[in-house]
């Protein structure tokens, strides 16, 4: 082999590449429109990434991905929150998060209103980018896709005495154990069944002509599943046995009444 | 050296070494952030101090390569430097142009685009600065009369790297396009034409070190250039992933990327093989340290930890978590910080008038391996950081700041590296500015022989 084949082999081998990637090029130029909603590129979408560029947010945060790694990607985070809740954690994001318990915290960036509607815009229109099924599972900023798995944090204390927030702490506590099997994460099974919507799974089954319970609205079906697990049985590999729940049937005795008023109101707000 | 006009190199080199200084300073503050709280976070948070620390490096590395290619293409082309006067002019507008883009950031004037957070007007100067470059240069092969391949290689890697920044000059209003062409800077720059730059001064660097046959040398040069690009122009693709492109990126971002590593372990084998050959015998024993290490170093970083990640059923657990800065971290100090160390380490002798065995230092060789140690653990650090976020985060499901609080241990263990890291930047930068001594008088230069004879 001389210097000349060599060279030659050099230039026809990155003049072959490069023109595959230009031809390629080319046609993602004609696929994009479709790929990321370019109809619904407004002005007003125009305007947040202009604010996302002037703040500077990819040096902290991902957007697909990509960006720094300080801080929570923001894919899916317009879909994940809502307008509301990232309005005003945009205003202040010290309400939402401490320096102390967090180790990091997002700055005030005095942002106005108009720039708030103007980023949550464009953000909304970056979460229904066509990402070839990536991120895979969801990222979530904070908590756990699966109730229990943040291993190692302080025990829950309730951070009010509104019986929701009660209820919500002694799902998560145990005794009684109630998110050692049960996820509130849509089809996360873990061994018993998700309870993510409850509240309106509820309102249906009471209405179900195979429901012979004593039950009259949500409320009183999901106090029922608490006692008497075998009022209403749902049939799963893991949820029962020969028409018999496989839950333990002695809440009644092992908890406090008024822990189950809480639990059931907290068990409500899963809508 | 044997143009006296070769000592404009040693401006740049000094510009260099003094921002890459700077550069790993604002590194540490950004380690420091990760274990929070942070005290400084109302007048420099993070986002700030992260841009700095990634465009600094973008600078100081670039001006090592034109410093490298002052040097460089006088002694290829066999002529003094076309003019002087300009490359001073450059050095002067390309430094002020990146002291203005820290003042910016400082400032909170940003473009907010990952790398070319340049402010527009700072854009042009570095297009314009590239250009007086590129004729200086070629101005002076065209005195010369001569162009090695070697000079070829590296000048055309530059010329490509001003070619490529065209693109953050525009403005794309679908996010998912501007991304898509800020890789064609991003990704052909550090995946393609740099890795030619790398490639010409590592030849450069083994002609001289080793005294291998230069046409045997620069045979080989272009099958790693070739390997380069063949592997590297598609291997774009492993950026296109996930970001609202055609499905093909895929497919083709796996196949080319898992090529990448050929490209770098042609460089390491074409070192060794031109050392084996020598014996290890040039008196500059601390250039040859920085040009081996560089080989493998690349190899390694770039390569193996590049390709760890690129395959797309990997990619899409890992995309965005901290093994991106564990790759990024040992490839660019690998393939470009240490070959521009190295060229400025084979070049200090003739510069400054002293016998290579007199300019040896120990601060010198710790400077290499304490910055050796530093950069393998940061990577060791970075990795065990980014395991821990795929699967914890990405794969569990957990949230982000849960995750982060229980990587505050790889937090420590980079911090720590980190410091050695820097203990061993500093003493290269002290061994540059104190030990080395100051470039000779251009009246006593052109009487000097080179220091051996040209291969």
């Known amino acids: ?271 | 050296m044997r143009y006296s006009s070769q000592r404009v190199a040693y401006w740049y080199f000094l510009v260099a070494v003094l921002l890459f200084g700077l550069q790993v300073a604002f590194g540490l503050l950004a380690v420091a952030k990760y274990l929070g709280p942070d005290p400084l976070r109302p007048w420099l948070p993070f986002d700030v101090v992260k841009a700095i620390h990634t465009n600094v490096l973008l600078v100081w590395l670039l001006t090592g390569f034109m410093g490298a290619a002052y040097y460089i293409v006088p002694e290829e082309s066999r002529v003094d430097l076309y003019s002087v006067r300009l490359a001073y002019v450059q050095l002067v507008i390309w430094t002020a142009m990146g002291v203005a883009a820290v003042v910016s950031y400082l400032l909170r004037w940003t473009a907010g685009n990952k790398l070319l957070e340049q402010p527009y007007p700072l854009k042009i100067v570095i297009v314009v600065v590239m250009l007086m470059f590129l004729y200086n240069i070629g101005m002076t092969i065209r005195a010369g009369g001569r162009l090695t391949t070697t000079a070829g290689v590296l000048v055309a890697g530059l010329a490509c790297t001003a070619l490529l920044y065209l693109p953050a000059l525009f403005e794309f209003q679908n996010y998912s396009l501007s991304i898509f062409y800020r890789w064609w800077t991003v990704h052909l720059w550090v995946e393609g034409v740099w890795e030619m730059i790398q490639g010409g001064i590592l030849a450069y660097l083994l002609i001289r070190l080793s005294g291998v046959d230069r046409e045997v040398l620069e045979k080989w040069l272009y099958v790693v250039v070739a390997l380069t690009f063949i592997s590297g122009i598609l291997g774009t693709a492993h950026h296109y992933y996930w970001i609202g492109v055609p499905h093909y990126w895929l497919p083709l971002g796996a196949v080319f990327s898992a090529l990448e590593p050929l490209s770098f372990f042609g460089m390491a084998v074409y070192a060794y093989y031109a050392m084996r050959r020598s014996g290890l015998t040039h008196p500059n024993r601390m250039a040859l340290h920085w040009t081996i290490g560089s080989a493998i170093f690349s190899a390694l970083g770039a390569g193996i930890l590049g390709l760890a990640h690129t395959w797309p059923a990997v990619n899409r657990w890992t995309h965005g978590t901290m093994i991106t800065p564990m790759h990024g971290h040992m490839a660019f100090f690998g393939a470009y910080v240490m070959i521009v160390l190295g060229v400025i380490t084979y070049a200090m002798p003739g510069l400054t008038g002293r016998s290579e065995e007199s300019r040896e230092t120990s601060a010198g060789f710790l400077a290499f391996w304490l910055q050796v140690a530093g950069m393998f653990g940061m990577t060791m650090a970075f990795a065990a950081a980014g395991v821990t976020q795929t699967y914890l985060e990405r794969i569990l499901g957990i949230g982000y700041i849960e995750t982060q609080l229980k990587m505050q241990v790889h937090f420590l263990m980079l911090a720590g590296t980190g410091a050695l890291f820097a203990i061993g930047v500093a003493l290269f930068v002290w061994d540059f500015c104190v030990l080395a001594g100051r470039p000779v008088p251009v009246a006593r230069l052109d009487g000097l022989a080179p220091a051996r004879p040209l291969a």
Not at chain 1, 94 to 120: G, K
Request: a neutral charge; glycine letters at 8%.
């Open chain 1, 1 to 271: 082999m001389t210097k000349r084949s060599t060279r030659a082999f050099f230039v026809a081998s990155t003049a072959v590449c490069a023109l595959i990637f230009l031809a390629l090029t080319i046609d993602t130029h004609r696929k994009i429109p479709a790929l990321t909603n370019q109809d619904a590129l407004d002005a007003m979408v125009v305007a947040g990434k202009d604010v996302w560029h002037r703040y500077n947010c990819i040096n902290c945060h991902t957007l697909l991905g990509e960006g720094a790694y300080y801080a929570p990607d923001l894919t899916q985070i317009a879909a994940q929150r809502g307008a509301g809740y990232l309005h005003e954690f945009l205003k202040d994001p010290s309400r939402f998060y401490s320096e102390d318990r967090d180790r990091r915290l997002m700055p005030t960036l005095n942002l106005s209103d108009q720039e708030i509607a103007q980023v949550i815009a464009f953000l909304t229109w970056v979460s229904k980018i066509d990402t070839q099924g990536w991120p895979p599972r969801p990222i979530l900023v904070k908590g756990s896709a699966v109730p229990g798995a943040v291993v190692g944090a302080p025990a829950p204390r309730p951070a009010s005495s509104d019986p929701v927030e009660l209820g919500r702490v002694a799902f998560s506590s145990t005794p009684p154990g109630c998110a050692a099997c049960h996820s509130i994460a849509p089809g996360v099974n873990i061994v018993g069944p998700s309870l993510a919507g409850i509240a309106t799974t509820a309102a249906d089954r009471i209405r179900a002509a195979n429901y012979h319970g004593q039950a009259k609205d949500a409320a009183g079906y999901i106090r029922e599943s608490i006692v008497d697990p075998n009022a209403y049985v749902l049939t799963g590999p893991t949820f029962s046995a020969g028409g018999r729940s496989l839950m333990p049937g002695d809440y009644n005795q092992t908890l406090k009444p008024e822990q189950i008023d809480q639990i059931v109101a907290y068990l409500l707000t899963l809508k």
